[in-house]
């Protein structure tokens, strides 16, 4: 429900990252100037949409440094998704803010990946290393998801089979049913975020369309007034989906970026 795939692109085989367990996560590095834009997909999404590779271009075309990687169990990555949490991909994050994207940052967060990057962003506010946040680009942002959007939405009878057999295959639209775990929802309790003041006072951007079925356009305006800083824009797509992938979709992203980092 909160996924953002859409027309896949390849761009050779990616690298690498080391994780615990021995398990790896795929990445691919576009090297240049800093701040490194970095892209965090959506649910059971990956690194080669036509989002994350249209930012590729706009990077290279800029000199700018950028990284888009797949969490565990996504894309390219190895691990088993429906073994995931917010809690491992949120690791994952910052696994690669912390060995990939040394330096300043801009994250580039999608439907679940705009929660992540703005757990990311408290997760440096924690170390005190918030300067390092230069921006943020957030595209039908869904925060607390599992909380708000899957667990509010779901029947007495869904949730005491989740409950029960510790799983419930969700019909999706984009690709076969997504399995949500028992797991997945009690450890996302422990990363929601909409009911307190979020720690970013850099500048935000973000794109939502009103006609997403996965995401309500208010959910992302909630995010908003969360926001701890002033310099914040909320761009609303009439006619958009949850997926924003059209070619002005992809315009209204890059000139968010431009924005941001000034060019």
Aim: hydrophobic share 40%.
């Amino acid at each position: 429900m909160t996924d953002d795939q859409d027309q896949h692109m390849t761009s050779g085989q990616p690298s690498t990252l080391a994780r615990p367990g021995g398990q790896t996560l795929a990445y691919h590095a576009t090297p240049g100037k800093g701040p490194t834009v970095v892209w965090f997909g959506g649910f059971k999404s990956d690194m080669t949409g036509s989002k994350a590779t249209a930012i590729e271009e706009w990077a290279r075309a800029r000199s700018r440094a950028y990284v888009r990687f797949d969490y565990f169990g996504h894309g390219a990555s190895s691990g088993a998704f429906a073994e995931g949490t917010i809690s491992r991909w949120l690791d994952d994050g910052m696994a690669v803010l912390d060995e990939l994207a040394k330096g300043d940052v801009i994250l580039v967060g999608s439907s679940m990946g705009g929660w992540l990057s703005l757990l990311a962003a408290r997760t440096l506010a924690a170390r005190e290393q918030s300067a390092r946040l230069k921006g943020l680009v957030l595209i039908a942002p869904a925060p607390d998801f599992t909380e708000r959007l899957m667990w509010a939405g779901f029947s007495d009878e869904i949730r005491t089979q989740i409950m029960e057999t510790g799983r419930y295959l969700q019909p999706s639209d984009y690709d076969e049913p997504y399995e949500i775990t028992r797991e997945l929802i009690e450890d996302g309790r422990k990363h929601l975020i909409m009911q307190e003041v979020i720690p970013v006072t850099c500048p935000v951007r973000i794109l939502q369309g009103m006609r997403d079925d996965d995401v309500p356009w208010q959910h992302a305006l909630n995010i908003v007034e969360a926001l701890e800083g002033n310099d914040v824009t909320y761009t609303l797509v009439k006619s958009g989906d949850h997926r924003l992938s059209e070619p002005a979709d992809i315009a209204r992203l890059t000139r968010a970026l431009d924005d941001i980092t000034g060019a």
